[in-house]
């Protein structure tokens, strides 16, 4: 959709009432953004959105017996090696047990190496080994190519924008962790 027609579109539909998203293209929020309809329909978009992105990865999980919870867990240890457990746990939001699955399985097959911290024998240290990496750079790349075109398709205001979004959901502490991050 060109911006003559997404502009002629709202002239016709200023409310975007009659808004689908199978023609939308590159949809634009109308102007009354926060009704009932819209809130619904960036919720709707985010559902659809993030499982689209996650099923990029399917495919590769499958082939090692593994699931989206161990992709989450690989992303975050190769983010910040020497990860603790207790920092993955508040960055997936999931419970110890759920985590202690999680753990186990990336540990029995060799993907992820826990250390005792240096200062802190109690504390547990989380990197990926080299196994562990090149499968986390396998599924990073299948997510980048997903993202990308997205992205790409979007242009960069939309991607700003989005970012905000996504940013004002956060609460104070994953803002916390995302910096920690890089």
Do not use: C
Request: aromatic residues 6%; charged residues 25%.
């Amino acid at each position: 959709m060109t911006p003559f027609s997404r502009l002629a579109q709202r002239r016709l539909d200023p409310l975007g009432e009659g808004a689908n998203v199978g023609n939308m293209g590159s949809p634009a929020a109308p102007a009354l953004f926060l009704r009932e309809t819209e809130v619904r329909r960036g919720i709707e978009l985010l559902a659809f959105g993030h499982g689209a992105l996650l099923r990029a990865g399917d495919e590769a999980l499958e082939r090692h017996g593994l699931g989206r919870a161990h992709a989450r867990a690989l992303y975050f240890i190769a983010r910040r090696p020497d990860l603790t457990v207790t920092d993955l746990l508040g960055l997936l939001g999931i419970t110890k047990q759920s985590l202690g699955r999680v753990l186990g399985e990336l540990t029995e097959r060799a993907l992820v190496i826990t250390e005792q911290g240096a200062r802190d024998r109690r504390q547990k240290l989380l990197r990926l080994s080299e196994a562990g990496a090149a499968l986390e750079a396998e599924l990073f790349e299948l997510f980048r190519r997903k993202l990308a075109a997205a992205y790409a398709s979007a242009g960069q205001d939309a991607v700003g924008g989005f970012w905000a979004v996504l940013d004002g959901l956060l609460p104070a502490e994953h803002k916390r962790l995302l910096a920690q991050l890089g």
